[in-house]
């Protein structure tokens, strides 16, 4: 296995992109907790919330359910519906409208055909593919050192590093989109839409800490490599 390969160099990598991550996730799990407790002035759940930029937007043929979940929040465009947490759907804090807006704003994307939307959903199943196929393909060609084959693999693997580049204007837009709708259907006032700034500020933090852990990954991988094939 390649895993014998490793050297203090590819720990280092190995352990900085395990921090970024971890890093990443405390920091959105504590604005979560945060602006959770705080309750918008007008008292709108989640659920309404997404409603009314849906919408807004013309939108009504978008439905929002409720999923049992925590943090599993996401929309769906082949059933035409935005999946919102239980605390989500039915919250009426800072936290709830923030995430319910942030989902309604990936179906007003969908709906104008936000270019890079439109690309990330061209590519998601040739990289779902690329990608399993590309640790296959390492796995099996360090134990045979068939190195052609890891060579393959590694370019198979950078599709993902090129998925989640392509998924980070998707998801700021988002959250930009967002912040404009809590303002225009009056969901959150000006004051509380800083607030939802920074909720969504953290969670977006999440996504260019994945593009960081992959670069370290393909990283470590070409180390061990270099090192095999000395």
């Known amino acids: 296995m390649y895993l014998t390969y490793e050297t203090p160099a590819t720990m280092i990598l190995l352990i900085i992109g395990i921090v970024i991550t971890l890093g990443a996730q405390i920091l959105v799990t504590q604005a979560y907790n ?39 929040d996401h929309y769906d465009p082949v059933r035409k519906a935005i999946r919102l947490s239980t605390e989500v759907f039915h919250g009426d804090s800072i936290a709830s409208v923030s995430i319910a807006a942030h989902e309604a704003s990936h179906a007003v994307q969908h709906q104008q055909g936000y270019l ?65 709708e809590l303002i225009d259907t009056g969901v959150l006032t000006a004051d509380e839409v800083i607030k939802a700034n920074n909720m969504l500020g953290a969670a977006a933090l999440t996504y260019v800490a994945a593009v960081a852990t992959s670069l370290l990954q393909i990283m470590r991988l070409i180390l061990i490599y270099g090192r095999r094939r000395d």
Not at 50 to 65: E, S, Y
Not at 153 to 164: A, K, N, V
């Open 34 to 72: 945060k602006y959770k407790r705080i309750g918008n002035n007008k008292g709108i759940t989640g659920f309404e919330a997404a409603r009314k930029i849906l919408d807004k937007n013309g939108l009504d043929n978008i439905h929002v359910v409720e999923v049992k979940s925590i943090l599993g």
């Open 116 to 180: 890079f939307m439109r690309v990330r959903s061209t590519i998601m199943p040739l990289v779902s593919f690329g990608s399993k196929l590309g640790y296959v393909a390492i796995i099996i060609g360090f134990i045979l050192s068939l190195y052609d084959l890891v060579t393959l693999g590694i370019w198979l693997l950078m599709s993902i590093i090129i998925f989640e580049l392509v998924t980070l204007p998707v998801e700021y837009n988002a959250s930009a989109k967002a912040k404009v």
